[in-house]
């Protein structure tokens, strides 16, 4: 006799094989999303079109740089998951993993260069201001 | 070594075309993919951009006058009308998931809401920001 439940026979037997974990990813992101997203569009939106020293001024703010970079943070994972669920419906095999591959590094590249961006505007703004 | 039988599965694009009449469940459904995946184009830019303020002034002045031109101006408009619409349709998902709004009705409601207000709110980042 097998102790095994129904559970647990079914756990990582779906489509998936990460059970909820994927969509529960997407709620979590989704959320903190809709608390950063209008913070960053009136950050990024209010700078853009301004002069280098203003803008540097504006980004390197705290409570700007740290929206941004967590707008950047959250918002690529987001997106790289989500592309993920795309390509996983219209793609298969080889081609799959090419294109699941190319957004999750896609989604890093992005995410390393606006912290590298905000970082480097930090240090503009604090040259500027000596 | 047993081989394992190879079966032509149909995916997901099956549903779209001739066989599946449009919908606003569907098509509000599938409008909140196209603007997720379209905003990519958009973060690129946006990075692009930061980039160029974080290195020299030359540099910048060219790239900031591609996104304040007509076309960045456009493109941008239409990031924040893809944006506003993701994020509405994102709200809706999370109405879903709390089991409610499902019926047919109030879903197709909640569609055009998410479709008119992705407009009223890039009207709004235009005037305000």
């Given at each position: 006799?097998?102790?095994?439940?129904?559970?647990?026979?079914?756990?990582?037997?779906?489509?998936?094989?990460?059970?909820?974990?994927?969509?529960?990813?997407?709620?979590?992101?989704?959320?903190?999303?809709?608390?950063?997203?209008?913070?960053?569009?009136?950050?990024?939106?209010?700078?853009?079109?301004?002069p280098q020293a203003e803008v540097i001024e504006r980004l390197s703010h705290p409570f700007a740089a740290i929206v941004i970079a967590l707008t950047f943070l959250v918002g690529m994972r987001h997106f790289a998951k989500g592309a993920q669920s795309m390509i996983e419906d219209y793609a298969a095999g080889t081609t799959r993993k090419i294109l699941v591959i190319f957004v999750y590094s896609l989604s890093y590249v992005l995410s390393a260069a606006t912290l590298f961006a905000l970082g480097k505007m930090v240090l503009m703004g604090l040259m500027a201001s000596a | 070594m047993a081989e394992t039988k190879r079966v032509e599965r149909p995916l997901s694009p099956f549903m779209i075309g001739q066989y599946y009449r449009p919908q606003m469940t569907s098509m509000s459904s599938i409008l909140t993919r196209i603007t997720g995946n379209a905003l990519a184009v958009s973060a690129i830019l946006a990075v692009w951009w930061l980039l160029a303020a974080a290195s020299d002034e030359d540099y910048f002045n060219s790239i900031n006058w591609l996104m304040t031109s007509f076309i960045g101006d456009l493109i941008f408009t239409l990031s924040a009308l893809g944006l506003w619409y993701h994020y509405l349709a994102g709200l809706r998902h999370l109405y879903f998931d709390a089991g409610k709004g499902l019926e047919i009705e109030t879903a197709e409601k909640l569609g055009w809401a998410c479709m008119i207000g992705s407009v009223v709110l890039t009207l709004l980042t235009i005037i305000i920001v």
């Open positions: 006799m097998r102790y095994m439940t129904d559970r647990q026979r079914a756990v990582g037997k779906g489509a998936s094989g990460t059970g909820t974990e994927h969509h529960w990813f997407m709620t979590i992101s989704g959320v903190g999303l809709a608390f950063l997203v209008p913070c960053f569009v009136y950050i990024f939106g209010s700078a853009l079109g301004r | -």
